[in-house]
C-alpha cells in the first residue's frame, strides 16, 4: 500500500534526527519489509535518546505509513511500505527525458498569472524590465502519488500562444515547441532543500522533509531564454543518474562524465 506523509516530523532535535535515521534506513531496505525494528529500549540505548525521544520518532514514522505499531507485537516495517514507481533521470538526456516524464506523469494547473518578472528570474531569461512573464505553478503525479511541485516563468509573448488548458494537459516542452520556440540547451543546477508547509501538503510529505530542488534555464537556438524552471522533487520518486569514465593522465586521473546517445529515461520500482 503506498504510504501517505502527511504529518511533521518530530519535535526535538534528538527525535527529528533519529526519525530521519530510521526512516533511510527503511528506505534503503535496511529493514526489509515485515520485519521487526529493536524495542523502545533498544532504541534509546543505541542512540543514547529518551524512550520519550524514541516514541516521537516512532509516531512520525507511524504517520508516514512506513511502520505500525501494535502492544505485544513490536514495531514492524509495513508491507508496501517502500514499493514505489520511481522515475530516473540521466543527465546526459536531458530532452528526452522531459518527454518521458510528460508521458509518464500528469499535471494539475493549481495558478496562472502574468505579473513583471522577479529579479531573478528577469537576469536569468535575460529579460529587460519591466519584461512580463507567465508564471504558472503545476502539481505532477505519478499512479496518483504526487511527485513533483512545478513553478515555471516564460515569457509573455511566448506563452500568448498557449492557455491555461493548454497547461493542464500538455507537458511546456511540447507548447514551447508548438509556439514556434526551436529549444537549443538549457543550464541546470541541482540542490536539496527542506519542504515549506504548503509545499509539503500538496507533495504529500512531512514538513520539513528533504526534497530534490532543480532550477533550470532553456535557452532557443539563438541564445534566448524561453523559460525558468524552479522544481521541487520527492527523492523516494525521483533520482539522477550519471555515468562516469575514468580518465587517466600517467600516474593520475579523473573522472569525467560519459556523454551518451539520447535514450528514453526508465520508470522504476522501488
Given at each position: 500500500m503506498?504510504?501517505?506523509?502527511?504529518?511533521?516530523t518530530p519535535t526535538?532535535?534528538?527525535?527529528?534526527?533519529?526519525y530521519?535515521?530510521?526512516?533511510?534506513d527503511?528506505l534503503?531496505?535496511?529493514?526489509?519489509?515485515?520485519t521487526?525494528?529493536?524495542?523502545?529500549?533498544?532504541?534509546?540505548?543505541?542512540?543514547?535518546?529518551?524512550r520519550?525521544?524514541?516514541?516521537?520518532?516512532?509516531?512520525?514514522?507511524?504517520?508516514d505509513g512506513l511502520?505500525?505499531r501494535?502492544?505485544g507485537?513490536?514495531?514492524q516495517?509495513?508491507?508496501?511500505?517502500?514499493?514505489?514507481?520511481?522515475?530516473?533521470?540521466?543527465?546526459?538526456?536531458?530532452?528526452?527525458?522531459?518527454?518521458?516524464?510528460g508521458?509518464?506523469?500528469?499535471?494539475?494547473?493549481?495558478?496562472?498569472?502574468?505579473a513583471?518578472a522577479?529579479a531573478?528570474?528577469?537576469?536569468?531569461?535575460m529579460?529587460?524590465p519591466?519584461?512580463?512573464v507567465q508564471?504558472a505553478?503545476?502539481l505532477?503525479t505519478?499512479?496518483?502519488?504526487?511527485?513533483?511541485?512545478?513553478?515555471?516563468?516564460?515569457?509573455?509573448?511566448?506563452a500568448s500562444?498557449?492557455?491555461?488548458?493548454d497547461?493542464?494537459?500538455t507537458?511546456?516542452?511540447?507548447?514551447l515547441?508548438?509556439s514556434?520556440?526551436?529549444?537549443?540547451?538549457?543550464?541546470?543546477?541541482?540542490?536539496a532543500?527542506?519542504?515549506?508547509?504548503?509545499?509539503?501538503?500538496?507533495?504529500e510529505?512531512?514538513?520539513?522533509?528533504?526534497?530534490?530542488?532543480?532550477?533550470r534555464?532553456?535557452?532557443?537556438?539563438?541564445?534566448?531564454?524561453?523559460?525558468?524552471?524552479?522544481a521541487?522533487?520527492?527523492?523516494?520518486?525521483?533520482?539522477?543518474?550519471?555515468?562516469?569514465?575514468?580518465i587517466?593522465?600517467?600516474?593520475?586521473?579523473?573522472?569525467?562524465?560519459?556523454?551518451?546517445?539520447?535514450?528514453?529515461?526508465?520508470?522504476?520500482?522501488r
Amino acid at each position: 500500500m503506498p504510504r501517505r506523509m502527511n504529518g511533521a516530523t518530530p519535535t526535538g532535535e534528538k527525535a527529528r534526527r533519529l526519525y530521519l535515521m530510521l526512516r533511510e534506513d527503511i528506505l534503503r531496505g535496511n529493514y526489509p519489509e515485515g520485519t521487526r525494528l529493536p524495542g523502545e529500549q533498544r532504541l534509546a540505548a543505541g542512540h543514547d535518546v529518551s524512550r520519550v525521544t524514541v516514541r516521537r520518532a516512532l509516531e512520525a514514522l507511524e504517520a508516514d505509513g512506513l511502520i505500525s505499531r501494535r502492544a505485544g507485537s513490536g514495531t514492524q516495517v509495513r508491507v508496501g511500505a517502500t514499493q514505489r514507481t520511481r522515475i530516473s533521470a540521466d543527465f546526459a538526456t536531458l530532452m528526452p527525458l522531459l518527454v518521458e516524464i510528460g508521458r509518464a506523469t500528469q499535471a494539475r494547473l493549481l495558478s496562472c498569472v502574468y505579473a513583471p518578472a522577479p529579479a531573478s528570474v528577469a537576469a536569468a531569461l535575460m529579460l529587460p524590465p519591466p519584461a512580463r512573464v507567465q508564471t504558472a505553478v503545476r502539481l505532477r503525479t505519478l499512479e496518483a502519488q504526487p511527485f513533483s511541485h512545478l513553478t515555471t516563468h516564460v515569457p509573455e509573448d511566448i506563452a500568448s500562444h498557449f492557455s491555461e488548458a493548454d497547461l493542464a494537459t500538455t507537458p511546456l516542452f511540447r507548447l514551447l515547441e508548438r509556439s514556434g520556440v526551436k529549444i537549443d540547451s538549457a543550464e541546470q543546477s541541482v540542490t536539496a532543500t527542506l519542504a515549506a508547509p504548503e509545499v509539503a501538503e500538496l507533495l504529500e510529505v512531512s514538513v520539513g522533509a528533504a526534497l530534490l530542488s532543480i532550477e533550470r534555464v532553456v535557452l532557443d537556438d539563438t541564445g534566448r531564454g524561453v523559460e525558468y524552471l524552479s522544481a521541487l522533487y520527492r527523492p523516494d520518486m525521483f533520482r539522477f543518474e550519471m555515468t562516469l569514465n575514468r580518465i587517466s593522465d600517467g600516474e593520475s586521473g579523473h573522472w569525467a562524465p560519459l556523454v551518451s546517445e539520447p535514450k528514453d529515461s526508465s520508470v522504476t520500482e522501488r
